[in-house]
């Protein structure tokens, strides 16, 4: 005869989690780039994170852990970007993680990130405001002011014969 044994989770110890939202220029993940200005096509990087702040651990599976982003409508998703991998909804600017069949597990003290990158749209307005929802919470709001690109222009003139030597004023 073979006994199998397997922990039990005391449904009366609750699971408490803290979440945050953050935004990075997509080519400096290490310096937080909140209520500073962007400009279209800039590229960025959206991070949500659950740190486990209880006594036993997050089990995606067990806790049905979900985490979403809604993308504000002046960013398009970088297609292959999100980690842990994903398939957003094209038509909606969503962006939807479902663990409750996945096997990730968040130790007591650790966290997890998920992570998308976004290009900001010519010709966006903004700012930019996103929250991100872990099982349905809000996260804090990450808001980035949109500048507009500026342009400089410089009006020159050139005999035909000679492009290299400007004849402006004479």
């Keep these: ?11 009366f110890i609750p699971v408490k ?31 949500i994170t659950v740190k486990n702040t209880g006594t036993i651990p997050i089990l995606a599976s067990r806790d049905l852990l979900t985490v979403s982003d809604q993308l504000p409508a002046e960013v398009t998703y970088v297609a292959g970007s999100a980690s842990p991998a994903i398939t957003p909804d094209p038509t909606t600017n969503a962006i939807a993680w479902d663990l409750s069949t996945s096997s990730l597990s968040i130790p007591v003290g650790a966290e997890a990130k998920f992570r ?11 700012p930019l ?6 099982k349905g919470v809000d996260t804090n709001e990450v808001s980035n002011p949109i500048t507009p690109p500026t342009f400089t222009t410089k009006k020159d003139v050139f005999k035909s014969s000679a492009t290299s030597t400007s004849i402006d004023g004479q």
């Design 116 to 126: 998308v990158d976004v290009t900001v749209n010519m010709g966006a307005v903004g």
């Design 17 to 47: 989690y803290d979440i945050s939202k953050d935004v990075f220029k997509t080519s400096d993940l290490t310096t937080s780039i909140n209520n500073q200005a962007v400009v279209p096509t800039d590229a960025l990087t959206y991070v």
């Design 129 to 134: 405001k996103n929250i991100a929802k872990v």
């Design 1 to 11: 005869n073979t006994a199998i044994c397997k922990p039990v989770v005391n449904p």
